[in-house]
């Protein structure tokens, strides 16, 4: 192993050790290890599609083909990924009682597949399809759904015959109120703040470590490319996978 980068995890592993409350906001950074293309990167997902169309809940409730149709390989793709190296340590972490709760912008589902348990999804999660117009009873899961999508289908209640939507968020719709304010009471009561493979461009959940710095915290910064708040990090840090590597070594 890097010498290197056995003595940062070190030191990270030192300092989440001596804080009180622990917290990661995670990005697309920590899945690209998976094989999961990001949305808005140089290469990413958003280049090769009209995303804001695609991906709007106004389109979707005139045309869920386009949905199902342009965003279905990739979305129902995302049940064949493993979880990287960071989402296994990210469990490891949490199970040691180091690391209460993990913050993320994803919607792969990929820390519950590496173990963790206490899992805010602020854009929502593919996990459960829903009718829009809340028939009872009316919902998929995402293995279910994924099957409809592959066969050349779209998910339809079976009540009103309307395309059950993922409940991901869309342009166009709110946040899940109740994940997004667990999410900023757990920023504002960590004191140290894990920020991994996110570039902090996308409110609110770029506000997550504005949070905690503002109560006190610190935050480290794992992520390739500059962040808004690099300059406010008490550690910063470049490729994600080499220091996770070393972490596990480090827990043992």
Wanted: glycine share 14%; proline share 6%.
């Amino acid at each position: 192993m890097d010498g290197q980068a056995r003595e940062a995890a070190a030191q990270l592993l030192g300092k989440m050790r001596g804080a009180r409350r622990v917290a990661a906001l995670t990005g697309a950074g920590i899945s690209t290890l998976s094989g999961i293309r990001d949305f808005r990167g140089k290469n990413g997902l958003g280049r090769e599609m009209d995303a804001e169309r695609v991906f709007s809940l106004e389109w979707f409730e005139r045309d869920p083909s386009l949905f199902y149709s342009l965003a279905g390989p990739f979305v129902y793709g995302l049940g064949e990924k493993e979880p990287s190296i960071a989402h296994v340590v990210l469990a490891e972490l949490e199970a040691r009682g180091i690391l209460k709760a993990v913050v993320t912008q994803n919607i792969d589902m990929l820390h519950q597949k590496g173990g963790s348990r206490r899992v805010i999804e602020i854009h929502g999660s593919p996990a459960e399809h829903c009718c829009l117009l809340g028939c009872p009873g009316a919902s998929a899961s995402f293995g279910e759904a994924a099957r409809i999508v592959r066969a050349g289908g779209i998910p339809r209640c079976p009540e009103c015959g309307g395309a059950l939507k993922p409940a991901v968020t869309f342009f166009g719709e709110s946040l899940p109120a109740d994940a997004l304010c667990e999410a900023v009471g757990e920023s504002r009561g960590a004191d140290l703040m894990l920020v991994l493979g996110t570039s902090l461009t996308v409110h609110p959940a770029a506000s997550m470590p504005e949070h905690t710095l503002r109560g006190g915290g610190e935050i480290v910064i794992v992520n390739d490319m500059p962040t808004p708040l690099d300059r406010h990090a008490s550690m910063r840090f470049g490729g994600i996978g080499p220091l996770f590597e070393a972490l596990r070594e480090c827990l043992g």
